[in-house]
């Protein structure tokens, strides 16, 4: 079966963040992520699948790689691929959580790293600044490896969410930041995860923020982005453990 006109045309745009927000919807591709995608609570719109996979997708429409191929976001085609919806944010109210925020992090890859390592440590939410890549982008989407369907993705600024945490001690990483090991890390937490390159912004520094460091024992220049935010959420799972 191949796929109308009309949805291609509005599927292909898909690939625009402006497109994802206008029809509320985004591109999941992929045999593992569509399995993932089936346990959650997403809404699929429509599952395209190939002959090879239909068995494992009964409830998929076949159609053949050509209109595939027309979809799919990723160099090397699909065999299937779900348009979602946009899931809604839960609310975060009652989130016992140290609070995660991502500043300007502009790597789909890192963003959706760094999801799958929340997801990882059982957290539910995620708050982004504005500028952040967008988290249903394909790319973030396939590095999340699912994990995106369990997490509630919150772009804010900073100041916005700082107002409404005010007794939260703000964590940023910094070379010059106190060993993580010795620091004193509690549940009421921000952690301000920086750009790749320029790290935590200016603005966000001012904030009266505690710096932390994970000691390195090389010569790399610093740690990626996503790895850092994995090894930080390991020593915040330490309190919980604690307890």
């Given at each position: ?8 045309k ?11 927000k206008e ?10 992520n ?81 999801i ?8 539910k939410?995620?708050f ?33 969410l ?14 010059d ?20 390159s ?27 982005a ?6 930080i ?11």
């Amino acid at each position: 079966m191949s796929i109308s006109r009309t949805e291609l045309k509005k599927f292909t745009s898909l690939n625009r963040k402006s497109k994802r927000k206008e029809h509320g919807l985004f591109i999941v591709e992929g045999e593992k992520n569509c399995l993932e995608l089936l346990k959650s609570k997403v809404e699929i719109i429509k599952l395209y699948v190939s002959s090879r996979l239909i068995d494992r997708f009964p409830n998929g429409t076949e159609c053949s790689l050509s209109s595939l191929d027309r979809i799919s976001q990723l160099k090397n085609t699909s065999e299937v691929i779900a348009i979602c919806k946009i899931p809604l944010n839960e609310s975060y109210k009652n989130d016992e959580k140290p609070i995660i925020y991502v500043d300007s992090i502009s790597d789909p890859g890192n963003l959706g790293s760094i999801i799958r390592s929340l997801d990882w440590f059982g957290y539910k939410h995620i708050f982004c600044s504005e500028d952040t890549v967008d988290a249903y982008n394909s790319k973030v989407v396939m590095s999340s490896m699912g994990s995106i369907f369990r997490i509630n993705i919150h772009y804010r600024e900073f100041e916005e969410l700082r107002n409404e945490f005010i007794d939260f001690k703000v964590l940023i990483t910094s070379l010059d930041g106190e060993n993580i090991n010795s620091s004193d890390l509690v549940n009421k937490s921000i952690l301000v995860i920086g750009n790749e390159s320029n790290g935590v912004s200016d603005n966000i520094k001012k904030q009266s923020a505690t710096k932390i460091k994970i000691p390195g024992y090389g010569l790399a220049e610093s740690l990626n982005a996503s790895v850092a935010t994995g090894i930080i959420l390991y020593e915040l799972s330490k309190i919980t453990l604690q307890k």
